[in-house]
T-cell receptor
Framework: AQTVTQSQPEMSVQEAETVTLSCTYD???????LFWYKQPPSRQMILVIR??????QNATENRFSVNFQKAAKSFSLKISDSQLGDTAMYFC????????????FGGGTRLMVKP | GAVVSQHPSRVICKSGTSVKIECRSL??????MFWYRQFPKQSLMLMAT?????????EQGVEKDKFLINHASLTLSTLTVTSAHPEDSSFYIC????????????FGQGTRLTVV
């Protein structure tokens, strides 16, 4: 079974600064996907960024980028130019294409962006 | 992105009664839907996976007779909490995927269930 670990329960960052959220995972699979989801106070889950394991290039979506280290099984999220609207819970998630496409979530990191 | 609508957003029911939560894909056909439970300040825990037209697959520890899941059409899945008890109070979230090869899951807004 896959496990996803987020070692930072809470983090804070000043507005306009950069913050990195950590995520590690454990799997014996070689074909999988990794995701970062954002859950704001509304509780709506929002996809932030996605990474295919077979791609070496790190995914980037505007202010959001990842550092994918496959050998180390690490998948960190960097948020640049943090905005107040980035305040939310962030969940790292793993999906194995060979296991029904189900998502396994990490425990989450609560990010607070301070003005 | 595609839209998944979950209803109701909040529900309060008495102990011993049943409550039904609906999850609809509004602009795509969802061959697979997932139901999650989320306790306060915790992560999402998968309860079950349902494929259209077949029985749901429940995760270990989830009582299938208590949490009835029906996925009768490609746009609708329902979760019925039967004989609800206060410990069933939680936040329930559905997600839907368009096809087996589609990697992106779209989430509903969630339902806060309170059993009194």
């Amino acid at each position: 079974a896959q496990t996803v670990t987020q070692s930072q329960p809470e983090m804070s960052v000043q507005e306009a600064e950069t913050v990195t959220l950590s995520c590690t995972y454990d799997t014996s699979e070689s074909n999988y996907y990794l995701f970062w989801y954002k859950q704001p106070p509304s509780r709506q889950m929002i996809l932030v960024i996605r990474q295919e394991a077979y791609k070496q290039q790190n995914a980037t979506e505007n202010r959001f980028s990842v550092n994918f280290q496959k050998a180390a099984k690490s998948f960190s999220l960097k948020i640049s130019d943090s905005q107040l609207g980035d305040t939310a819970m962030y969940f790292c998630a793993f999906m194995n294409n060979n296991a029904g496409n189900m998502l396994t979530f990490g425990g989450g990191t609560r990010l607070m962006v301070k003005p | 992105g595609a839209v998944v609508s979950q209803h109701p957003s909040r529900v309060i029911c008495k102990s011993g009664t049943s409550v039904k939560i609906e999850c609809r894909s509004l602009d795509f056909q969802a061959t697979t839907m997932f139901w999650y439970r989320q306790f306060p300040k915790q992560s999402l825990m998968l309860m079950a996976t349902s494929n259209e037209g077949s029985k749901a697959t429940y995760e270990q520890g989830v009582e299938k007779d208590k949490f009835l899941i029906n996925h009768a059409s490609l746009t609708l899945s329902t979760l019925t909490v039967t004989s609800a008890h206060p410990e069933d109070s939680s936040f329930y979230i559905c997600s839907a995927r368009e096809g087996p090869m589609n990697t992106e899951a779209f989430f509903g807004q969630g339902t806060r269930l309170t059993v009194v």
